[in-house]
């Protein structure tokens, strides 16, 4: 029988005194739905799978019970915890930090982007816990002296559905065959996918499989709406919602690079604190535009699904569709970003002529009928002649911008010439 959530406390679920501490340290009062699911079975030392939606607690799910483990039998390279991005992984260390430092817990993250000689020298001070996306890992795993997996107890695969896409499978498979079969192994993952269940049979035994939410749901607290728009108008209606929501956080959903770039340069210049985020820019820009985002100096973040998974930004307020996105599936990433942690949130998708088939599809994923956002074409309007100057500014910074880059490039040939 599965415990009442609310009611039933960490404590009760089997977590030691220290670590029910931290929880609370956290402001963790009671275990989330997958918490409650999942943490009986791992205690008992059980495989899992668990299908929970992002925001749901799903790394408290399967980093407690390790830590658990950890505290009863200690062990370097204890865990090793494997996320399909750069972003979720050092999140996921952050939460094992968290949970773990009152137990003196070490972590080491190993991503792409990052120096390798930082975390080569992480890697020497021989951590507990190694969370890392799979290329840096097999890359550490290859050429870094000392350090190996052979004895490790604990292998979680998180958005398994993402890291079994085939730009990971080659990796996957080779950090199977360094680490040994006799382990325990979590995968988790928001969506079930063919693929899961075929990982699932080659390298689980016995698995438990929890599942948080029916497989395509959204938690009750979201709102979700959506306005149908011409094409020609969009930047209207996405600049009179965010004028109008001026005190909330938002992120803005875009599906190219360098769109995430034009409307945020648009956004400013109508004094908008927006700030992009994409797949396109380095490792470390990423992190500043998030954490301008998270200190609140920028409380618009533009991005692609780049940031639409994994990404803990506890305080979303919205998630604005700007373009609504093909794979259904990233619809329920993206609308994941708010409404997290029992909080409340609103997701409006803006839905032009050629999206609307992509938009029926989503609706037939959830199952279900959005409602429609309260927004007329007659009231955005009026904007209409600010936001194209607004554009038409914006391009033309960002084209003096690129062409002032490619004359310092330039510049720097000739000189090496
Ligand atoms: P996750 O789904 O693991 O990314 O977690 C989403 C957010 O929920 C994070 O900010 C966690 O700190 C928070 N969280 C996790 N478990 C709980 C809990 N039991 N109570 C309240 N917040 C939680």
Redesign the pocket.
């Known amino acids: 029988m599965v415990a009442d959530e609310g009611q039933t406390t960490f404590r009760d679920l089997g977590i030691c005194e220290q670590l029910a501490e931290a929880?609370s340290t956290?402001?963790?009062?009671?275990?989330?739905r997958i918490?409650l699911e999942a943490i009986p079975h791992a205690l008992q030392g059980k495989d899992l799978i668990g299908l929970?939606q992002?925001?749901?607690?799903?790394?408290?799910a399967f980093a407690l019970p390790i830590l658990q483990a950890l505290l009863e039998n200690p062990q370097r390279f204890f865990a090793c915890v494997l996320s399909p991005t750069r972003e979720l992984a050092i999140?996921i260390k952050d939460?094992f930090e968290a949970l773990g430092s009152g137990i003196g817990v070490t972590c080491a993250v190993l991503v792409g982007g990052i120096d390798m000689m930082d975390q080569t020298i992480a890697l020497g001070k021989r951590p507990h816990i190694v969370v890392g996306t799979p290329g840096r890992l097999l890359d550490h795993l290859s050429n870094t002296k000392g350090f190996s997996l052979r004895s490790l107890k604990y292998l979680v695969l998180d958005e398994a559905d993402r890291l079994l896409n085939l730009e990971f499978e080659k990796e996957i498979d080779e950090i199977l065959e360094a680490i040994p079969r006799d382990r325990r192994t979590y995968l988790f993952s928001a969506t079930m996918t063919k693929k899961v269940g075929k990982l699932q049979r080659a390298c689980l035994k016995n698995p438990v499989k929890i599942e948080a939410s029916s497989r395509y749901s959204t938690v009750d607290t979201l709102k979700q709406e959506y306005v149908f728009v011409p094409a020609k108008f969009k930047d209207c209606f996405l600049v009179h919602i965010l004028a109008e929501m001026s005190g909330s956080t938002s992120m803005v959903f875009t599906r190219t690079c360098e769109s995430t770039r034009l409307l945020s340069v648009v956004l400013r210049t109508l004094g908008l604190k927006a700030i992009p985020i994409s797949g396109q820019m380095s490792q470390a820009k990423r992190l500043g535009a998030l954490n301008k985002f998270k200190s609140g100096d920028c409380n618009i973040l533009v991005c692609t699904d780049v940031a639409s998974r994994?990404l803990?930004i506890?305080s979303v307020d919205m998630v604005i569709n700007y373009d609504i996105p093909s794979n259904s599936k990233d619809y329920i990433h993206r609308v994941g970003r708010t409404a997290?942690?029992?909080r409340s949130g609103v997701a409006i998708s803006l839905v032009n002529q050629y999206e609307y088939e992509w938009f029926l599809q989503i609706e037939n994923l959830m199952g279900k009928r959005l409602p429609k956002f309260p927004l007329e074409l007659d009231e955005v309007k009026p904007l209409a002649e600010r936001v194209s100057d607004a554009r038409r500014i914006s391009l033309m910074k960002m084209k003096e911008k690129s062409g002032n880059r490619k004359r310092k490039r330039g510049r720097t040939e000739d000189e090496e010439e």
Not at 26 to 32: F, Q, Y
Not at 54 to 60: E, H
């Open positions: 929880c956290l402001g963790w009062r009671t275990p989330s918490q929970a992002t925001g749901s607690g799903k790394t408290g999140q939460q994994g803990d506890p997290r942690a029992g």
